[in-house]
């Protein structure tokens, strides 16, 4: 295509160069042609499934699939024109790496949407949790995983990069010992990230208590875990210390728990009438499973008692709600029918002091 001249000018084989035009529209038309028939017989036959899994992993890898079809047809037009090989080898080397890559990268992604799609029909809460954790961390390993092996082979393709890595390769000892002690970090997080998808400490969704902070288990990376407090506040806890230190997980199997109530009350308080008044109240509230209900004197103190009401819900906000609801009304409930039950601070002098009416000496 190019013809040197001398040192410093180079002319142009329009001739050629044209014929090379031509070979590469040609083959992107054919190219393309191909793409939209089969594309349009694929979508016929989706759209008979009652499945949308497939719409989903079309519409993922459509646009991947279309480019490769592309660039398989420069290559074999490049093959048949000389000109065009000169101009497409060296490009498609580092391209088809790319294309390859992408197609993987959005076949994970359809894979995950699609299992995603069939969770949300699931009847099972724990299960759904179980199962999105464990296709959020290995789709994010995957990808990372897709992208590094891409990249990888990208660079390469290109002469300069292949030098660097011979000359690496040569000294791969001391390498890989540099390697490991910078990547340590990050090593210690991914392979976490593995034990938390296969052993499941904690899921999606789970209600727990890291760190003394409450709330839900947003999301789960490979380096961190957010934790969603009740006041919407975003408590970042590295992976690693999710497998290092222990933590209250209060959905493990499910979300039915057992909560207290605690009444501190006057040591003379008769606590018939109250336990009598919470089976009452609790029993004819919606928010109780009719799993468990009991009032219990667990201390008793020279001037207080402590009355525990354990009560039980379907689920833990529920129960929290349930919790305030009979606090609230036990409460009010004493200061109207047993205002004596209320702790006052007593000072009782029988018969008076002996020195309280003695004059002071002078």
Known sequence: MFERLNPQNWTINWTAAGEAAFVLVLAIAIAWLIYRIAFALVVKLANKSESPVDNILLRRIRRPIKW????????????VDPTLADVWDPLGHFLRPALLGWIAFSLV???TAAVE????????????????????????????AIIV???????????????????????????????????????????????????EPLRLGDMVVIDGHTGRVEEIHMAFIIVRTWDERAVVVPTAQVLDESFENWSRSSEV?????????DPATEVGPIRA???RFVADHDLWDQRTLAVLMTEAYPESIELRISVSARTIGDLWNLRCAVREHMLAWIREEMPDALIRHRLEVPGGHPKAGEPEAP
């Not at 799609?117 to 759904?128: M, S, T």
Request: net charge positive.
């Open 68 to 79: 490769s079809l592309i660039a398989i047809a420069i290559t074999l037009a490049a093959q």
């Open 109 to 111: 992604k359809a894979y």
């Open 117 to 144: 799609l069939k969770l949300d029909g699931a009847a099972d809460p724990v299960a759904v949790r179980s199962r999105r954790t464990r296709i959020s961390i290995l789709s994010r390993t995957a990808t990372v």
């Open 149 to 199: 092996i891409t990249v990888g082979l990208m660079l390469f393709t290109i002469p300069a990069v292949q030098t660097i890595g011979a000359t690496l390769l040569a000294s791969a000892g001391l390498a890989a010992l540099a390697v490991g002690a910078a990547a340590q970090p990050a090593l210690k997080s991914l392979i976490a990230g593995l034990q938390i998808a296969i052993t």
């Open 257 to 265: 728990l057992t909560g207290p109530v605690f009444l501190h009350l």
């Open 277 to 279: 008044e919470v089976e």
